[in-house]
Each structure stands twice: as C-alpha cells, then as structure tokens.
C-alpha cells in the first residue's frame, strides 16, 4: 500500500510495466474462464454468510466470555475475507481474470483479503493460547484475558496488520492457474529469480509460525488435558463441554494451517493444477468452515440459532394472526360493532333532503 501511494513509480514498474509486454491472450480467454469453479466459490460464499450471520449474532450474545471475544472478531474478519477469496475469486474465475484485466481492484482485493487473513489466523492463534490457558490454570486465565483484557491481545494484531497491509506486496488472482500469487504475471512472464522480485518473505514466516505455532499449543492443549482426565483428585473430570471446545478449535486451526503451508509451498515450488485448486479452496474453506463447526459442535451457539429461528417463525405467526387495532383521534367516532351497523344504515337510508335530520338522531343516540 505504501508503494501504490507514495512510491507510484516503483508499483508502475514492477505491476503495471509488465503489462505492456505481452498480451493476456496468449492465454486465450475460453482458455482462463473456469466458469463451473467460478460458479461453485460464489455458491460457497453465499452458503458460508447464511450460516455464518446468524452464528455471529449468536456469539455476540455472550461476550462476557474471553474466548467468544475472539470467536466474534474471527467471525467478523472470516466474513470479510469470503468476499475476497471466495466471490471475487468465483468472478475472476467465471470472466477469465488475471492481473492485467483489471491491475487497480486485483492489488486492493489482493492486499485488504491477504490483510483479513493475518487478523484472522492471529485471532485464532490467541484463542487457542486462551483455551490452551483455561485448561492449565483458571488463574492465570483472568489475569491474561479477563474482562476488557481480551480486547488488549487485539493491539498487537492490529499493529501488524496495519505493518502487513502497508509494507508488503498483496497476492492477486491469476484466472490462468484459478489460484492467488504474489507474482502478478505468473504465467506469462517467467523470472529467472523464482519470483523472489515480487516475493512476500513476512506472509511465508507469518504462516510458519501459524502452523508450528498452534500446532505447539495443541500439543500442550491435549496434554493438559489428559493431565486432568488422569488426575484422580474429584472435579477433575474434563465435561463434554470442554472436549467440545477443544474440538472447535482444533478444527478451526486445522484449516488454518493446512491452508497457510499449502500456499507457502506454491508460491516457490512448482505444483500440479490440482493442487492449485485445493490450495484456493482450502483457503475459502479456512474461512468459511467455522461456522459449520459452530452449528455441529457448539450447544451454546446452536441452541441460540434455534431460538432465534423459533423466535422468528412465532413472531412471523403472530403478525399473520393478529388484527390491527385502529385508534380514533382525539373528537372522533369511535366504531363499535353497533355504531358500524348503525352507520351502515344511514348510508343506506340518507339523502339530500334528510342528511340533517339524520345528523341529530346520532347525536341523540351518542355513538
């Protein structure tokens, strides 16, 4: 970012002067449009922000807990990133996109998505250490994360995004391989240096330490764990509730990883078109699985989408059942069953000639 604004000459030379050399359809167009991919990441987005709005309003709900804090702004960065790996990446894919086509809104889609990705795999890295924490000492888990404590861990991350977005060069799509590079002309300019001129040295450490990171806190995780199923002393016993949450996270950060090393490995080691795709998709799934392992395995947010969806159709039902109530201004005639019938009667019996008459029998009568 700070090269597009304050450095143009450079971002002109190594992003758009490229361009000028070759013309994008040496890759003919039916060649780079993968119309039924496209289709199937669009579909994906709309499916994963059905389910997953519902388990954010959800979450929201008990905040008071340190580790819905991070499960909500997971949610919230998931979202976010959905729109740029998975409905931008379907567009790209259907219109046969790469960067060339449209260089503007592929480095912003690029640079904000990839940005998304560090808080979100930061995020869930401090939730891993918070349940990591909780389940070694209780203690040590409110001095580090109770209350307004939480939002504390969110400095560092935002620092670093903030650090990431504006030093170092975004990823952009490539409807060539339907996979996102950090070189923007891969696939029509071969480097002789591997790429290393538009290399993104800090996301390959970055999501190193993502993967051997949380890997190490879920090996520390799962030993506690077993620590305290063994341990004979009572309440030591590990509840349902507890496994479950070890599960939700572990899968979560399963994802995570698995996405983060995959796209490592490609952006230096040549790879089939298989593994393109399983790299692009896993870092859509990364993103939007979540909210499925909420639903299955999360009673305390489930029970909530059920209320919510109750809640919903009985409100759907009252509004369909009821009768609107009209009320009469202040000097007006309030109807009643018998005022209507009476009302009904005068249309039926008034003329020119008795409309006055007729105008004092309902004032005698006092409708």
Request: some cysteine; overall charge positive.
């Amino acid at each position: 970012m700070e090269m597009y604004f304050f450095n143009p000459q450079e971002w002109d030379r190594l992003y758009l002067n490229g361009c000028r050399y070759y013309d994008i359809d040496l890759h003919p167009l039916e060649e780079r449009k993968h119309v039924f991919i496209g289709w199937t990441f669009i579909f994906q987005f709309f499916f994963y922000m059905v389910l997953y709005i519902p388990c954010i309003f959800a979450i929201s709900k008990h905040m008071k807990q340190p580790c819905y804090k991070f499960m909500f702004v997971i949610g919230i960065t998931d979202c976010l990133c959905l729109i740029g790996n998975a409905f931008f990446t379907g567009y790209f894919s259907i219109t046969g996109q790469v960067f060339c086509s449209t260089p503007h809104l592929q480095y912003w889609v690029g640079l904000l998505t990839l940005d998304l990705w560090i808080i979100e795999t930061w995020t869930d890295m401090f939730l891993a250490l918070n349940r990591c924490v909780e389940t070694i000492s209780s203690r040590l888990a409110d001095v580090l994360f109770k209350g307004k404590r939480t939002w504390l861990w969110f400095i560092p991350i935002g620092l670093y995004a903030l650090y990431f977005a504006t030093f170092t060069k975004p990823a952009v799509f490539s409807s060539v391989y339907v996979c996102w590079y950090f070189n923007p002309h891969v696939g029509y300019i071969d480097l002789d240096d591997n790429g290393a001129l538009y290399a993104n040295y800090v996301h390959a450490i970055n999501n190193m330490i993502i993967l051997f990171g949380v890997s190490g806190l879920y090996i520390v995780f799962l030993i506690a764990m077993v620590m305290k199923l063994c341990t004979v002393r009572a309440g030591s016993k590990l509840s349902v509730s507890q496994w479950m949450t070890f599960l939700q996270v572990l899968a979560i950060s399963f994802f995570n990883g698995y996405a983060a090393a995959l796209y490592v490995y490609l952006q230096y080691v040549p790879v089939t078109q298989f593994l393109m795709y399983t790299a692009t998709y896993s870092w859509t799934t990364a993103h939007g699985l979540p909210c499925v392992i909420y639903i299955l395995l999360n009673k305390t947010i489930r029970d909530d989408l059920i209320k919510m969806c109750k809640g919903s159709f009985k409100l759907n039902r009252t509004n369909n059942s009821s009768t609107a109530k009209v009320t009469p201004m202040a000097g007006s005639i309030q109807s009643t069953s018998k005022g209507t019938m009476f009302l009904k009667q005068w249309k039926q019996k008034a003329s020119k000639d008795n409309i006055e008459k007729f105008g004092q029998q309902i004032s005698d009568r006092k409708i």
